[in-house]
């Protein structure tokens, strides 16, 4: 087929909708109508010969040629965007969109640092925070759903990362646990049961793993849960206890009656960066999105 029978603004508005998996919200994205979405997707439906998306949900997935299409289109796009852009930004006057993905208690105990700066400093622009779900749910920082994450995410092909700090691990046990006011013995670690977090699914801390291992300590997970705040609020209410970050407790654990468990462990630290894609690395407004985060 020749490119040039299909409505190159029709694959725009394709690749809208596979971003978001849903056309109201592609329609939102696009400035349009949801039923001129609905259209545009029909003629592309009739000159591809393929019906490109299925209802699942709430949602739509797409079909095994849309998949196909869909990182052609984003490399594609972000190019053709990147040289209409040009290399001049205006962080004033600037009204784009900037997204990160984050944990939990990143979204909690740093995000609001963020929030302030971004503020101040684009005052017109949009902010949009997404879990680390949404992130791998969108195929990570290489699409187009996400520009950065903070984190100690896995490092892939074209993704960047820039330190910013160590996030230091503890363990914490309700106020009334019978291990919660002395230094816990290897054997007795060993008879506790924990609350595990997974931030992405099948992802659990591998330096905490690795400390367990190298001190010859079992480590009995009774229970795995997707954020922090939810491992602090089971280990509140049950006998189970939770490895979580430092920076987390200073800020919950007085509210949920937990307290710090003295461990023969060595000291467990997680590094924690900005990540980002080589797609986005000289785009100048994404560039200053970062720099501000840097400095918050």
Do not use: C, W
């Amino acid at each position: 087929m020749n490119l040039s029978a299909i409505d190159l603004n029709l694959l725009l508005v394709l690749h809208t909708v596979l971003s978001e998996r849903s056309v109201a919200r592609a329609a939102r994205r696009l400035n349009v109508t949801p039923p001129a979405v609905s259209n545009a997707l029909a003629r592309l439906r009739a000159v591809l010969g393929d019906p490109l998306t299925t209802r699942s949900g709430r949602g739509i997935v797409p079909t095994s040629r849309a998949a196909a299409l869909a990182p052609a289109l984003a490399r594609a796009l972000a190019e053709l965007d990147h040289a209409v852009q040009g290399g001049d930004f205006d962080p004033a006057q600037s009204d784009r969109e900037f997204t990160l993905a984050a944990a939990d208690v990143i979204q909690l105990v740093r995000v609001p640092r963020i929030v302030a700066r971004f503020a101040k400093e684009l005052p017109r622009a949009r902010l949009r925070v997404v879990s680390v779900d949404t992130l791998h749910a969108s195929g990570g920082l290489a699409g187009t759903a996400v520009d950065v994450a903070i984190g100690a995410g896995e490092r892939g092909p074209g993704v960047h990362a820039l330190p910013l700090y160590e996030e230091r691990i503890v363990l914490v046990a309700r106020s009334g646990h019978p291990h919660a006011k002395r230094r816990v013995t290897k054997r007795a670690l060993s008879a506790l049961r924990h609350v595990e977090v997974h931030v992405a699914p099948g992802m659990p801390n591998r330096a905490l793993v690795a400390s367990y291992a190298a001190a010859n300590v079992s480590r009995d997970v009774a229970l795995v849960v997707p954020t922090y705040v939810a491992a602090l609020a089971v280990a509140a209410a049950s006998d189970l206890v939770a490895a979580v970050p430092a920076s987390l407790v200073d800020v919950l654990a007085p509210r949920f009656g937990l307290r710090v468990v003295a461990t023969p462990l060595r000291p467990v630290t997680t590094p924690i960066s900005l990540l980002f894609h080589e797609r986005t690395a000289h785009d100048a407004a994404q560039r200053a999105f970062r720099e501000l985060v840097l400095r918050a």
